[in-house]
């Protein structure tokens, strides 16, 4: 303890700053939290000289409450114009949405607690799914805020239920139109920039013995000449409850291509497309 009390003196003296490492951090929109991963935060000025903050975080998702509703409430902050929309029109917020981000330490004190407002997302990202893993699916954002406000620290807070079962990369469906889906054995990372109207483009990969009506729509109706609309849903372990669900809307066929496997290997077709829009249910 003398030890460590010299230690902070001297780095008082030569104008270091001592910061805890944080154990968790929980993100509160609308009086729900869910715990987050990989928070880093930046204050820069623009060329007006206006100072921007930016802030990129993960969330794992899983079946609680109360992470669904902060997912959903990150949604409002995108316009029906957006690649991103909002599941009804109508639920978008005239109110801007605060995000109280807050650093907690092994026993629940709270280490530093701020609120961004005026907040825009400028990307999504929806990590991979693969049948073969069983990695925990997240959904990455990068958000700017107009306005950053620091509260008063050092209380303990009640962080997030860890009981909870978490979404896995390997347990979902995913439906296109009327298309072959159920072997589908891959879907690759999609990336969402609510400020663009750009296409969001995936791709997924299948057994090839499946190909053949994937092949026909990019003969026939590729370039948006034929659209489908699609859903993937995010399955608890057990496969019988929904976690989440991804609405793709307007989905058009890009490429198609087939890796004609030996040696008693499975033949693999992979797909190219892209979704107008991409809607979390």
């Excluded at 060329?47 to 997912?71: C, E, M, R, Y």
């Excluded at 303990?156 to 347990?171: D, E, F, T, V």
């Excluded at 298309?179 to 400020?195: N, Q």
Aim: proline share 4%; no cysteine.
């Amino acid at each position: 303890m003398k030890f460590h009390s010299f230690l902070m003196t001297m780095m008082a003296s030569f104008g270091f700053v001592a910061i805890a490492a944080a154990q968790s951090i929980v993100l509160t929109i609308n009086k729900n939290a869910s715990l987050i991963q990989n928070l880093t935060r930046t204050d820069a000025v623009d060329a007006t000289g206006a100072t921007v903050h930016t802030a990129s975080f993960d969330i794992q998702l899983n079946n609680l409450p109360a992470t669904k509703a902060v997912v959903l409430a990150l949604q409002t902050l995108a316009t029906s114009k957006t690649s991103l929309q909002p599941k009804v029109a109508a639920s978008i917020s005239t109110v801007p949405l605060e995000l109280e981000f807050q650093m907690l330490d092994f026993n629940n004190n709270n280490l530093e607690d701020k609120v961004y407002s005026s907040v825009s997302i400028e990307e999504v990202k929806i990590s991979a799914l693969n049948a073969s893993e069983k990695n925990t699916v997240v959904l990455s954002y990068k958000i700017k805020a107009k306005k950053v406000a620091a509260l008063p620290t050092g209380q303990k807070i009640a962080p997030p239920s860890l009981k909870a079962a978490k979404a896995l990369s390997s347990n979902y469906a995913i439906t296109i139109g009327n298309l072959p889906t159920k072997r589908v054995s891959k879907i690759s990372e999609m990336i969402i920039r609510p400020t663009s109207n750009a296409l969001v483009p995936f791709t997924i990969e299948l057994v090839a013995i499946d190909g053949a009506d994937w092949s026909q729509w990019l003969n026939t109706g590729a370039a948006g000449l034929r659209k489908e609309q699609g859903t993937i849903d995010l399955l608890t372990p057990n496969l019988r409850t929904t976690i989440l669900s991804l609405k793709l809307s307007d989905v058009q066929i890009q490429s198609y291509s087939v890796n004609n496997a030996t040696g008693g290997a499975i033949s693999k077709s992979t797909v190219g497309l892209a979704a107008a829009a991409i809607t979390i249910l």
